[in-house]
């Protein structure tokens, strides 16, 4: 689930024809997830899913893509959507020597969700980068994924990147969900992942936890905590 009482998607460059010598503006990106850990919350009752998306870069830093996840929170709450798909848009670019700026809109759509508060959210963000560090703010501009009354709830976050050398790359994350008229909702997650790059397949395994509520954040399949902190297996395709 969201953040209802009921991570990872690459986008990696294909290659244009040769003669083009340049790279494709679209990328296509497939994986395979043990759990969908979503801000360190489980959307799959600690099962396995499955992922995919399309980006395409445009001209002058600008960008749009869409990704998709199978879930199982919604049905677990009593709605009837089996899927995520996200669809988003910005620009991206640096603004000074080794300073990036990234900006959009991110809308979260659940077909058929059908909860008393629909799941469907729409959040604006901003994220600056310097080296391997970016920190993001994200800021929803409707309810939060079928909480009621919490139009306003805010997600900040800081991830690093570090190249480890031969394919190998270390992802600490931290970040902080404060859900608008809910402190029983808020929560702060962690994870700490490692990958390996084979040549375009990527396998990666991460240590994800929360300091999230139990009551609040437990499946209403079977009770079991969405926010425990487990060991989370990946492996992504990019072409």
């Not at 902080?176 to 040549?199: I, N, R």
Request: glycine share 12%; hydrophobic share 40%.
């Amino acid at each position: 689930m969201k953040f209802s009482p009921s991570l990872i998607a690459l986008a990696l460059c294909t290659a244009l024809p040769a003669f083009a010598q340049e790279a494709s503006p679209l990328s296509f990106n497939a994986s395979i997830v043990s759990d969908y850990r979503y801000r360190g919350i489980s959307q799959t009752r600690l099962k396995p899913a499955v992922q995919g998306g399309i980006d395409y870069a445009a001209p002058g830093g600008f960008y749009i893509g869409t990704w998709a996840s199978t879930i199982k929170w919604i049905k677990d709450a009593g709605g009837d959507a089996k899927a995520e798909v996200d669809v988003y848009g910005g620009w991206k670019g640096e603004v000074a020597s080794g300073l990036t700026l990234d900006v959009g809109l991110l809308q979260y759509y659940y077909p058929s969700n059908k909860l008393p508060t629909s799941a469907n959210t729409l959040e604006i963000y901003g994220a600056v980068s310097f080296g391997p560090v970016t920190a993001k703010y994200s800021h929803s501009t409707t309810n939060l994924f079928g909480v009621a009354d919490s139009k306003g709830s805010g997600y900040f976050d800081v991830t690093a990147n570090f190249d480890l050398g031969d394919g190998l790359t270390l992802t600490p994350h931290v970040g902080h969900q404060t859900v608008k008229h809910s402190s029983v909702a808020s929560y702060t997650d962690f994870s700490l992942t490692l990958a390996k790059d084979f040549s375009g397949v990527v396998l990666s395994g991460a240590i994800v936890g929360t300091d999230a509520d139990k009551s609040f954040y437990a499946s209403p399949a079977n009770g079991k905590f969405l926010g425990k902190t487990s060991f989370v297996i990946g492996l992504k395709k990019t072409f």
